[in-house]
């Protein structure tokens, strides 16, 4: 009865929310995401349908679907800014790049971009005149992809015209946002960059400003965890509910492992010993062979890549880590089990299993480190409340 009275308070904000967003003038006038989705092959059907998913990943009840359809359809009345540091702009190409447009892809191409060196025209000082303008109209969504040099080696990321460093636009870009995104592993936690050791003193978004950020991480994030989180803004407004590393629980709340298609031959002890043996044939579980799903936050299971098309254990690699922080450092070798090491992740400090080539002590291992982990991570998240 109480969820119930909660969903429709927050079914109604959102309603009001929307109502205003609409009532605001839209950047692009001419353009109509319905006609713009239909002149791809999109009907109005798949468009819900789409939808639909995006309110499921969400974890809204399915009430919210016309919402979240509406949201998508008055994107373009907040504009959004994406800079680029210290990074290889996998981030951008997991949501732009796909051999055919997807509903995601469109959608962002139909949102109010003001500033997004891949995609724009504009180059030198015109471009610098772009983000200069949209940074002094104000009240964007700041997305900010790649880690960021700091300090004394700061000049290490000079970019535009004017050579300014990457972390005093970033700072700069801050100051007027309305909503801050770090988009990636690299700005989430510093990324590759970032990795031992750190030759520029790379840093995440979070260290070079002090205005909240929300942490999408992934080496790249996948679309749909781009997309839901201008939908999230779009519809409330508000910061999402957050973990312990600042990132969205709809998206990060469960392991990779949690979720995963191969769980039942975990749980059956059925492991790949070595690449390309029965096992892999028959898609057994790629711990062995250095799966790191039961220490990684994310939905890729869930949600897939591509259009859904796929994501690595489908593909028959094990999950590398890539939504933790200082997964490079903490996570390698990518394919070996983690064994009895000491790492410092989300499960700080806690090794997996000391019996790495005993399937009951892998399953016991494993386990007793899930149950643990959560429960440092909860305890961590307590202390920040
Ligand atoms: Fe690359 Fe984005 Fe990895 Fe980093 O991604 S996919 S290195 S998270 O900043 O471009
Ligand atoms: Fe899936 Fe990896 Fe867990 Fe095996 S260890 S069930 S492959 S997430
Ligand atoms: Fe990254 Fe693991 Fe997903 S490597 S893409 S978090 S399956």
């Not at 009345?77 to 051999?99: F, K």
């Not at 050579?163 to 700005?187: D, L």
């Not at 299971?301 to 259009?307: A, D, G, H, I, V």
Request: charged share 20%.
């Amino acid at each position: 009865m109480k969820a119930q009275i909660v969903s429709d308070e927050l079914l109604q904000k959102a309603q009001e929310r929307l109502e205003y967003l609409q009532s605001l003038p839209a950047h692009n006038q001419d353009r109509n995401l319905i006609q713009e989705l239909e002149s791809k092959g999109f009907s109005r059907r798949d468009f819900m349908k789409w939808a639909g998913m995006m309110t499921a990943a969400l974890s809204l009840p399915a009430s919210f679907t016309p919402l979240a359809a509406k949201a998508a359809e008055v994107a373009n009345r907040i504009p959004v800014v994406w800079l680029h540091m210290a990074e290889c702009t996998g981030c951008s190409e997991s949501l732009l790049r796909s051999d055919a447009p997807s509903i995601d892809s469109l959608i962002f191409d139909y949102i109010s971009l003001d500033y997004h060196e891949t995609v724009m025209a504009a180059a030198g000082h015109q471009a610098s005149k772009s983000l200069h303008d949209a940074v002094h109209k104000g009240g964007y969504i700041l997305m900010v992809e790649g880690g960021i040099p700091e300090g004394k080696s700061e000049f290490y990321l000079t970019i535009g015209a004017q050579a300014t460093t990457g972390a005093q636009e970033a700072r700069e870009a801050a100051q007027n946002a309305a909503a801050i995104f770090a988009i990636g592993t690299c700005s989430s936690f510093g990324g590759v960059q970032a990795a031992y050791p750190n030759p520029t003193n790379a840093q995440p978004l979070s260290k070079i400003t002090n205005k909240p950020v929300i942490n999408v991480p992934g080496c790249p994030p996948s679309e749909k965890n781009i997309v839901g989180n201008v939908l999230h803004y779009i519809l409330f407004g508000t910061l999402p509910s957050l973990d312990a590393y600042n990132r969205p629980t709809w998206a990060y709340g469960l392991r990779i492992h949690d979720l995963c298609e191969r769980r039942g031959r975990f749980d059956a002890g059925q492991f790949v010993e070595s690449f390309g043996d029965e096992g892999a044939q028959k898609g057994y579980c790629l711990y062995k062979v250095g799966c790191k799903g039961p220490y990684t936050f994310n939905n890729c299971s869930k949600l897939r890549f591509n259009q859904h098309t796929s994501w690595p254990i489908q593909a028959g690699h094990g999950c590398i880590g890539c939504s933790e922080p200082n997964f490079w450092d903490t996570m390698h070798p990518f394919e070996e089990p983690i064994g009895n090491r000491l790492y410092s992740t989300s499960f700080d400090g806690l090794g997996a299993d000391k019996t790495a080539n005993n399937v009951g002590g892998v399953i016991l291992g494993v386990a007793a480190v899930g149950i643990a982990a959560h429960a440092v991570v909860s305890a961590i998240k307590k202390k920040q409340d």
